[in-house]
């Protein structure tokens, strides 16, 4: 087979890529995604029916959370058409524009606020962005708690400030209004220009004289005559470079690959928003949640040097998931009817990076995945934590939700004192899920920068990445938004190039 273009990764860039650029009539396109089709599976397109996807739509990755830790977290990385984007609670949040101002600073040229802003414009008329209405009980405690503790309230599908407010959903309804579905579906009036090979899992690209040409799959040899677009996310983006020959090249050599292109930066400066949560047991199970378990957050700014919330957290009406203790880890949407609620702090901005290295040039094999947090010098990610958590434990103290919660499970209330704390925070860190900036855009004279801002892979021709390894920096509030953006905003690069 031959296209003008292929697009690896089915997910919340890679759709958008695939659809824009067919749309645009520059030639053929190939979507190629490993995992199944979503269209009519109830659990990929219902956001309240997560957890009712099973390990056959996730690729099973284990990372490492701490360098001092032998303990493994289940890093969750979606195998299906929708990506990410159908795997989880479609939490919509469009970034402070100082987060894309710093990108530019970093040598991001045209990644500004001002850059990328008529960018999620265009994203927001073609998804479904929908503002939760304050209803649920437990919400409203959350919320009235956080009042009584000084924060405003925010209408945060306007603007992400310090505050604390119901969340804004990518949905329609309980559904999703993911980038496969609403730029996708219906599968079945695709354009005619436009293939979408599922279940086919691309094992490398092919180079011939350093200009991508092809992908070898397990189906098969596909073959390229203008451009390969990479967008198969944080973990799996750099893996796939790596074993096509684009990498640190003693790594490389070490497995017996042949160097493409020596690029030591691909799999480092692995970003995350991470988080110790504080857990509650309630007066009486959750009610039920009408569509998710997660529909309203607070942003702290925790200490007064901050420019802008150095903390984001959810607030879960579950903990099933929490290192295994209150039930199945593998979802983060658990069964309802518990009476154990959470609230999830994270590090807006962390200042810990984390790598991504391949274990064998197949890969079907898992990467080696180092999250690596906490380790930033001046331990600034454990004292943002640290005043979060304590945050948090004065909300379960407040009136309003002193009527709802009986106990404090985690920490205890035996974890007292800042060296206790801290060592609860060392030996608890769980993830939000947000693996990014593994093959991070820069400047051409950046040398640990593996992409050059308009995403095209240094050292070689006819190579993007588009998706969130190429973050040069953390955007501070859940990614999937930017991950959109930067397929809407990618699509118009390569358009513009064909032209």
């Given at each position: 087979?031959?296209?003008?273009?292929?697009?690896?990764?089915?997910?919340?860039?890679?759709?958008?890529?695939?659809?824009?650029?067919?749309?645009a009539?520059?030639?053929?396109?190939?979507?190629?995604e490993?995992?199944?089709?979503?269209?009519?599976?109830?659990?990929?397109m219902?956001?309240?029916?997560?957890?009712?996807?099973?390990?056959?739509?996730?690729?099973?990755?284990?990372?490492?959370?701490?360098?001092?830790s032998?303990?493994?977290?289940?890093?969750?990385?979606?195998?299906m058409?929708?990506?990410?984007?159908?795997?989880?609670?479609?939490?919509?949040?469009?970034?402070?524009?100082?987060?894309?101002?710093?990108?530019?600073?970093?040598?991001?040229?045209?990644?500004?606020?001002?850059?990328?802003?008529?960018?999620?414009?265009?994203?927001?008329?073609?998804?479904?962005?929908?503002?939760?209405?304050?209803?649920?009980?437990?919400?409203?405690?959350?919320?009235?708690?956080?009042?009584?503790?000084?924060?405003?309230?925010?209408?945060?599908?306007?603007?992400?400030?310090?505050?604390?407010?119901?969340?804004?959903?990518?949905?329609?309804?309980?559904?999703?209004s993911?980038?496969?579905?609403?730029?996708?579906?219906?599968?079945?009036s695709l354009p005619?220009?436009?293939?979408?090979?599922?279940?086919?899992?691309?094992?490398?690209?092919?180079?011939?004289?350093?200009?991508?040409?092809?992908?070898?799959?397990?189906?098969?040899?596909?073959?390229?005559?203008?451009e390969?677009i990479?967008?198969?996310?944080?973990?799996?983006?750099?893996?796939?470079?790596?074993?096509s020959g684009?990498?640190?090249?003693?790594?490389?050599?070490?497995?017996?690959i042949?160097?493409?292109?020596?690029?030591?930066?691909?799999?480092?400066?692995?970003?995350?928003?991470?988080?110790v949560?504080?857990?509650?047991?309630?007066?009486?199970?959750?009610?039920?949640?009408?569509?998710?378990?997660y529909?309203?957050?607070?942003?702290?700014?925790?200490?007064?040097?901050?420019?802008?919330?150095?903390?984001?957290?959810?607030?879960?009406?579950?903990?099933?998931?929490?290192?295994?203790?209150?039930?199945?880890?593998?979802h983060?949407?658990?069964?309802?009817?518990?009476?154990?609620i959470?609230?999830?702090?994270n590090?807006?901005?962390?200042?810990?990076?984390?790598?991504?290295?391949i274990?064998?040039?197949?890969?079907?094999?898992?990467?080696a995945?180092?999250?690596?947090?906490?380790?930033?010098?001046?331990?600034?990610?454990?004292?943002?934590?640290?005043?979060?958590?304590?945050?948090?434990?004065?909300?379960?103290?407040?009136?309003?939700?002193?009527?709802?919660?009986?106990?404090?499970?985690?920490?205890?209330?035996e974890?007292?004192?800042?060296?206790?704390?801290?060592?609860?925070?060392?030996?608890?860190?769980?993830?939000?899920?947000?693996?990014?900036?593994?093959?991070?855009?820069?400047?051409?004279?950046?040398?640990?920068?593996?992409?050059?801002?308009?995403?095209?892979?240094?050292?070689?021709?006819?190579?993007?990445?588009?998706?969130?390894?190429?973050?040069?920096?953390?955007?501070?509030?859940?990614?999937?938004?930017?991950?959109?953006?930067?397929?809407?905003?990618?699509?118009?690069?390569?358009?513009?190039?064909?032209?």
């Amino acid at each position: 087979m031959v296209f003008d273009y292929i697009v690896i990764g089915g997910g919340s860039a890679g759709a958008i890529i695939a659809r824009r650029l067919a749309d645009a009539n520059i030639g053929s396109v190939a979507l190629i995604e490993a995992g199944p089709r979503d269209e009519g599976v109830p659990a990929m397109m219902d956001i309240s029916r997560l957890f009712e996807l099973d390990s056959s739509t996730d690729w099973g990755f284990l990372a490492r959370p701490t360098r001092q830790s032998s303990r493994h977290l289940n890093y969750s990385r979606a195998k299906m058409l929708g990506g990410c984007g159908n795997h989880n609670d479609c939490a919509y949040l469009v970034p402070p524009r100082e987060d894309f101002d710093a990108w530019r600073e970093l040598g991001g040229k045209g990644w500004s606020g001002a850059d990328v802003i008529p960018y999620f414009d265009r994203l927001e008329a073609r998804i479904t962005v929908e503002r939760r209405p304050e209803n649920h009980p437990f919400s409203k405690a959350f919320i009235r708690a956080g009042e009584e503790l000084g924060l405003a309230k925010v209408d945060f599908r306007s603007k992400v400030e310090p505050g604390i407010g119901m969340l804004a959903l990518n949905a329609h309804g309980r559904f999703r209004s993911s980038s496969s579905v609403a730029y996708l579906h219906p599968l079945a009036s695709l354009p005619p220009n436009l293939g979408i090979l599922t279940e086919t899992l691309v094992n490398r690209i092919e180079f011939t004289d350093r200009v991508a040409t092809a992908c070898i799959t397990d189906k098969g040899r596909i073959a390229a005559r203008r451009e390969i677009i990479l967008c198969a996310g944080g973990i799996q983006s750099p893996q796939l470079l790596m074993v096509s020959g684009i990498g640190d090249a003693a790594d490389l050599r070490a497995h017996d690959i042949e160097v493409v292109h020596n690029s030591p930066g691909v799999g480092k400066h692995l970003l995350d928003h991470y988080t110790v949560p504080v857990i509650f047991e309630t007066a009486t199970p959750v009610p039920d949640w009408d569509i998710t378990p997660y529909e309203a957050v607070a942003m702290l700014k925790t200490s007064p040097d901050a420019r802008s919330a150095d903390s984001q957290v959810q607030f879960g009406m579950t903990a099933g998931w929490f290192n295994g203790r209150f039930g199945d880890e593998y979802h983060p949407s658990a069964p309802k009817g518990r009476s154990i609620i959470a609230l999830e702090p994270n590090i807006a901005i962390s200042r810990s990076h984390g790598t991504v290295k391949i274990t064998s040039p197949d890969i079907r094999i898992a990467p080696a995945i180092d999250m690596n947090y906490l380790s930033d010098a001046d331990r600034y990610d454990e004292d943002v934590l640290l005043r979060a958590i304590d945050f948090c434990r004065r909300m379960g103290k407040t009136e309003s939700f002193g009527r709802i919660v009986t106990k404090e499970l985690l920490p205890g209330p035996e974890v007292a004192g800042e060296e206790l704390l801290r060592n609860y925070i060392r030996n608890n860190c769980q993830t939000y899920y947000h693996a990014s900036g593994t093959c991070r855009l820069g400047s051409e004279r950046d040398p640990g920068a593996v992409l050059t801002p308009d995403l095209k892979v240094k050292g070689v021709v006819g190579l993007r990445v588009c998706d969130a390894s190429v973050f040069p920096a953390m955007v501070s509030v859940n990614i999937n938004a930017t991950v959109m953006m930067v397929g809407e905003k990618a699509a118009d690069m390569i358009v513009d190039d064909a032209k």
